[in-house]
Nanobody
Framework: QVQLVESGGGSVQAGGSLRLSCVAT????????MSWFRQAPGKEREGVAG???????SYADSVKGRFTISKDYAKKTLYLQMNSLKVEDTGMYYC??????????????????WGQGTQVTVSS
């Protein structure tokens, strides 16, 4: 019912910036709650930032003050502006959505729709 396609990943030096996008197609109700997750090699997938239907946002402590999540409902597009990137931000970034989710906790199990991911590599 929902397809998510991420873009905007790439390679950047530490301190640089990237902007990720996630375009959704399908039923709008399943994109009311959206989040960005990331997975580094050998590590669990973790929630990075989430946005609720009413615009409330949530961030992992490791990215607070550096990343900004936003959403354009008309374009069905989710964004993640990433500034002051660090080597430890390296990983595959995934967009996720569903009709409802607790964005404060950003649990993987809350999201039923996932994109294929876009790679972010930060070098020192």
């Amino acid at each position: 019912q929902v397809q998510l396609v991420e873009s905007g990943g790439g390679s950047v030096q530490a301190g640089g910036s990237l902007r990720l996008s996630c375009v959704a197609t399908g039923y709008t109700r399943f994109i009311d709650y959206m989040s960005w997750f990331r997975q580094a090699p050998g590590k669990e997938r973790e929630g990075v930032a989430g946005i609720a239907r009413d615009g409330r946002t949530s961030y992992a402590d490791s990215v607070k003050g550096r990343f900004t999540i936003s959403k354009d409902y008309a374009k069905k597009t989710l964004y993640l502006q990433m500034n002051s990137l660090k080597v430890e931000d390296t990983g595959m970034y995934y967009c996720a959505s569903d009709a409802f989710a607790d964005i404060a906790t950003m649990r993987r199990a809350d999201f039923g729709y996932w994109g294929q991911g876009t790679q972010v590599t930060v070098s020192s």
